[in-house]
């Protein structure tokens, strides 16, 4: 009997030490403050602008995006925009945060799309070269902050 525990135990004590211990992964995160849109707090992510586009339409550059994905999902807009659009973004935070991720990307499809707003969430930080010029002006990109 003791044989056989000495057995189990240097098995067990073997497998450990050839079992690498797992390492979670970091997730990228930026320094920051959240705000407040339209009465909507985004805790924990901050505004990521597009240097390059101020004031203009912009989006994520798609071949970044499709190799960031880490999961989207679609919002309603409630009336009036402004504040439903607000509204969007405030629920995408927990979505993405859900997801694990470091960053989100919101977009307004229109009233005549029944997605109302498309939530993105990206394993990365968006930074000023990840956009491109885009035809949808109602957009909000938010990179996670360190905690």
């Keep these: 009997m003791k044989t056989f525990d000495i057995i189990i135990a240097a098995t067990l004590a073997m497998s450990a030490a050839a079992t690498p211990a797992l390492v979670p992964k970091e997730t990228p995160c930026t320094t920051g403050s959240p705000l407040t849109t339209a009465g909507y707090p985004i805790n924990g992510y901050s505004h990521a602008t597009p240097t390059q586009f101020a004031g203009q339409a912009y989006k994520p550059d798609s071949e970044w995006a499709g190799s ?7 919002y309603d807009v409630p ?4 504040t439903g659009f607000a509204y969007a ?3 995408c935070q927990f979505k993405c945060n859900s997801f694990g991720g470091s960053s989100f990307f919101v977009k307004y499809a229109g009233a005549n799309n029944n997605e109302g707003s498309l939530c993105t969430c990206y394993d990365d930080l968006m930074n000023p070269d990840t956009f491109v010029a885009d035809k949808q002006a109602m957009v909000g990109a938010w990179n996670s902050i360190c905690k």
């Design 68 to 74: 960031h994905v880490l999961g989207t999902y679609t």
């Design 79 to 82: 009336l009036p925009l402004e």
């Design 89 to 91: 973004q405030f629920k």
